[in-house]
């Protein structure tokens, strides 16, 4: 249906530090300046936006006969983009979000992926379509978090592909500008602007080929876009349990079966994790190559199991979107009961995650990547067990974060929700609060240590049953009942009380207390005001004509306007305290955001900002915001932001 991309082993990029944002961005320059028939077209692309994540930013400038707005309709996005690779141009078009490729699924699936084929070879469409794709950033739900790879992969002459490192992102993309056919390049927005470094020169990767991220014999994990940062993790949490070959798919149209078959040969065992839906899906279609292969099939000593967000759709509460995809526990307890569970030629089932526990007795059995349930009177409730404390997730963009202090010693008791230790980030300072009670174990870090999300930072010694020892145990259970050769029956009752054990089994927040918290005071919601510029703009250059240089900016004059109003509107100045009652003051803080290097964000309070005069006002505006961006952190109590981005 489509004809291979050509070899191509371009230096793309030199070494050094990138992300994906970057590397894309400077993909997209090189491109247009190899060939003036590259065009590029969506919306709000042209400079100053440059794209509504910055992918296309300064391009316009550079090139402004190449690199054009669209309107906001993606049929005509689409439509256009098959048109100019009819005639000859090389269209490399963005879609907003992926997930709203579907009012041009029409153009997609009729006209561009089916041009060479009805043609017999003499019309085709070289055209990319490129988009943010996925979750794990809060709040996108519906159009902003949707991962629809299967969808694109069922309809023959698209090429579909899906980088997770600034490398992959720049040479897939390459390779996606330089091939004959339509290809869709998915971007994982999560990992859009995680810096990576490169010690070797940036090439094209062909499409059709895998890589192994890691080396390992016990079993082949498999996984592409968002899940490889997730399955990492979950790699780095059994650390010597089990030896884990990942092998990042890369490329969904075409796909390495080769490598993965070689791989499962040695392990002999399986498991996918995919961010997509798991009706007809990728992950689903592996497992079926895989267990389709009798000589393969036969080698196999563990079912297949699949780690999948289920059938239903992502929620606006980060709780529900979380809940709902595949976490780094989901990951681990499926690599386990993989690893756990040894078969002979017995005829088995393929198994699938779909992020519930069952309650039923088979919920242990093979083929499911839940574990065991095991009841509490197995627990020796007398052993202390280590849990870990670790950097929650504590917004979008944030990727690392300061200790600023420890709040507990070893030895120190500890009672759930009792702060542990304090974090700081561009925006805030964070308590991390204890999901266990307990006594103070290790801490594996200090005051000053820079910390990543999801980074262990200590443990605490509770007499909870951790999930590595419920898997021994279920282990354990499970061998003791394969040396049986027969089983005597168990009393009604007996079956009774395992099922209230079941039913009382303790499952962990997709979130951490702190978070969930927070959210509870927080009521959704959205305002949007078209305001006139009219008057600030005449007040602006009234001031310029007076003052010169030395005008107050448009800024300081819109935040004035805003303190203004504030006053006549009391709802504005009210703020939600911790023990959730809601204050109304009568004098009031203003917060301003602002950018600092490196795209991140500070926040400057102007204290008692509705009894400042004009004059002072635009003083203490301007000193503020420079004391901020010098580094300076204010107590936020303000009951609004304000931000000109």
């Known amino acids: 249906m489509t004809k291979p991309p050509p070899r191509i082993d371009n230096e793309i990029l030199p070494p050094g530090k990138y992300r994906i944002g970057d590397t894309v961005n400077k993909t997209l320059r090189a491109g247009l300046q190899e060939d003036p028939r590259r065009i590029i077209f969506g919306e709000d692309i042209e400079d100053p936006k440059g794209g509504v994540f910055r992918l296309t930013q300064k391009l316009s400038t550079e090139f402004p006969k190449q690199v054009f707005n669209s309107p906001l309709a993606e049929s005509t996005i689409l439509g256009v983009a098959c048109g100019l690779a009819s005639y000859g141009k090389r269209p490399v078009f ?344 307990g006594v103070m174990g290790e801490w594996k870090t200090k005051v000053g240590d820079t910390v990543e999300i999801g980074q262990k930072l200590g443990s605490i010694l509770t007499g909870e049953a951790s999930l590595a020892d419920q898997f021994q145990t279920a282990a354990k259970e499970s061998g003791d009942r394969k040396k049986e050769t027969g089983e005597a029956a168990v009393p009604a009752a007996e079956l009774d009380d395992r099922g209230r054990h079941a039913r009382h089994h303790r499952i962990e927040p997709a979130l951490s207390p702190t978070i969930t918290r927070k959210l509870s005071r927080v009521i959704p919601a959205n305002l949007q005001i078209d305001a006139r510029w009219d008057a600030i703009r005449k007040a602006r250059d009234a001031a310029k004509k007076k003052n010169g240089k030395d005008a107050p900016s448009p800024s300081v004059m819109i935040a004035w306007a805003v303190v203004r109003a504030m006053e006549r509107h009391a709802p504005f100045r009210r703020l939600i305290l911790e023990d959730d009652q809601i204050v109304e003051n009568e004098d009031f803080d203003l917060g301003i955001a602002v950018a600092l290097e490196g795209d991140r964000l500070a926040t400057a309070v102007i204290t008692q900002a509705n009894k400042k005069r004009w004059s002072e006002f635009v003083k203490i505006y301007n000193e503020t915001v420079d004391a901020t961006r010098g580094g300076r952190v204010d107590a936020m109590n303000a009951p609004v932001v304000i931000t000109s981005l």
């Open 94 to 437: 963005e879609l907003q979000f992926i997930d709203f490729i579907y009012p041009g699924f029409n153009q997609l699936v009729t006209n561009i992926s089916t041009l060479r084929w009805r043609s017999f070879g003499n019309w085709k469409c070289p055209a990319v379509i490129y988009a943010p794709y996925g979750a794990y950033l809060p709040g996108g739900s519906l159009w902003h978090s949707q991962a629809n790879e299967s969808a694109l992969a069922h309809y023959p002459g698209l090429s579909v592909v899906i980088p997770s490192t600034p490398e992959d992102a720049a040479g897939l993309l390459w390779t996606a500008m330089h091939s004959e056919d339509p290809v869709i390049f998915l971007i994982p927005k999560h990992l859009l602007w995680a810096e990576h470094e490169s010690a070797e020169p940036i090439r094209a990767v062909p499409f059709g080929q895998a890589y192994k991220r890691t080396i390992g014999s016990d079993v082949t994990l498999v996984a592409w876009g968002n899940t490889i940062e997730k399955s990492l993790e979950a790699i780095a949490e059994i650390e010597n349990d089990a030896t884990v070959e990942l092998i990042d798919l890369r490329s969904i149209v075409p796909w390495d079966y080769a490598t993965i078959e070689e791989s499962v040969r040695k392990t002999r065992r399986l498991v996918v994790v995919q961010e997509d839906t798991e009706n007809c899906s990728v992950g689903q279609m592996i497992i079926s190559h895989v267990t389709g292969k009798p000589d393969l099939w036969n080698e196999m000593i563990s079912p297949p199991i699949l780690v999948s967000k289920a059938n239903v759709m992502i929620g606006y509460n980060p709780i529900y979107e979380y809940a709902a995809l595949p976490d780094v526990q989901r990951i681990v307890a499926a690599i386990k009961k993989s690893v756990s569970t040894t078969h002979e030629r017995a005829p088995v089932t393929a198994g699938v995650d779909r992020g519930r526990v069952s309650a039923r007795a088979g919920a242990g059995m093979p083929g499911s990547a839940t574990p065991a349930i095991v009841p509490e009177s197995k627990i020796d409730m007398s052993k202390q067990r280590a849990q870990s404390i670790t950097v929650p997730i504590m917004g979008e963009g944030i990727r690392n974060a300061k200790i600023v202090s420890l709040l507990k010693k070893p030895g120190d008791a500890i009672a759930l929700d009792d702060p542990l230790c304090e974090v700081e980030t561009d925006k805030a300072v964070y308590p991390i609060e204890s999901s266990f009670a």
